[in-house]
């Protein structure tokens, strides 16, 4: 049983492009967290998202940011315009039922870096 | 005051050790804990999970939760350089995000 998958693992950009993240969940797990970690810093919540809804996006900056869940395919956590402060280690996780108290699996991580 | 504490580390211990890992917390209303062990450059990957106060274990690993104290431990026995990680403690309450300590580095001498 695949986990939660994630790419690319690695991507550049330099300021003010598009960075496009990728999210494939577990098998049977139909919600999706996003994260972003940096440097000696803890897991900071992002938004979370359920097939085709955001449920909670208040972790997620208002501005440039976006994510979303399709019914088909992967949830993309896009940002625009990126500046330097966006570089970091994006994860993504996924649970089986609703409700941020049931266990969360985490991807290997999209490691961002901004020129 | 950060709402997750946790000591930043790194802590080194030789091969055998018991480790004591701790968090401290000030949300009274969270109720599930959880231990998230990270190797460099991988992702977060799940070793225990805890509802309310009390114990749980789990071969080398015993996680203990004092709601009393907002206080929780992970405790690892006989320790091997194979636990060398970065420790993640993590805790929620119904209806509310996961909030994440910063992590202890923890390094098993041989």
């Known amino acids: 049983n695949a986990g939660v998958m994630q790419n690319p693992r690695h991507l550049v950009r330099r300021r003010g492009q598009e960075a496009r993240l990728r999210c494939s969940p577990m098998?049977?797990?139909?919600?999706v967290y996003w994260y972003r970690q940096l440097p000696e810093e803890g897991l900071k919540f992002m938004v979370y998202?359920?097939?085709?809804?955001?449920?909670?996006e208040s972790g997620m900056p208002k501005e440039r940011f976006s994510a979303e869940f399709p019914k088909e395919g992967p949830s993309i956590l896009r940002i625009q315009q990126v500046v330097r402060g966006d570089s970091a280690a994006y994860f993504c996780a996924s649970s089986r039922t609703s409700g941020m108290s049931d266990t969360q699996y985490f991807g290997p991580g999209t490691r961002l870096t901004v020129l | 005051q950060k709402e997750v504490e946790q000591d930043p580390g790194p802590l080194s211990v030789p091969e055998g050790a018991i480790v004591s890992l701790n968090c401290t917390y000030s949300?009274?209303?969270?109720?599930?804990f959880m231990w998230y062990r990270q190797y460099s450059r991988k992702g977060p990957e799940l070793l225990m999970y805890t509802y309310s106060s009390g114990n749980k274990e789990d071969g080398r690993f015993t996680a203990q939760v004092d709601k009393s104290s907002k206080y929780i431990s992970l405790f690892i026995r006989d320790s091997q350089p194979s636990d060398s990680a970065t420790y993640l403690c993590?805790?929620?309450?119904?209806?509310?995000?996961?909030?994440f300590g910063p992590g202890t580095r923890l390094s098993v001498l041989p």
């Open positions: 949300n009274s209303a969270f109720q599930y």
């Open positions: 993590a805790m929620s309450g119904e209806g509310q995000n996961f909030v």
């Open positions: 998202l359920q097939k085709e809804n955001i449920i909670d």
């Open positions: 098998k049977g797990h139909s919600h």
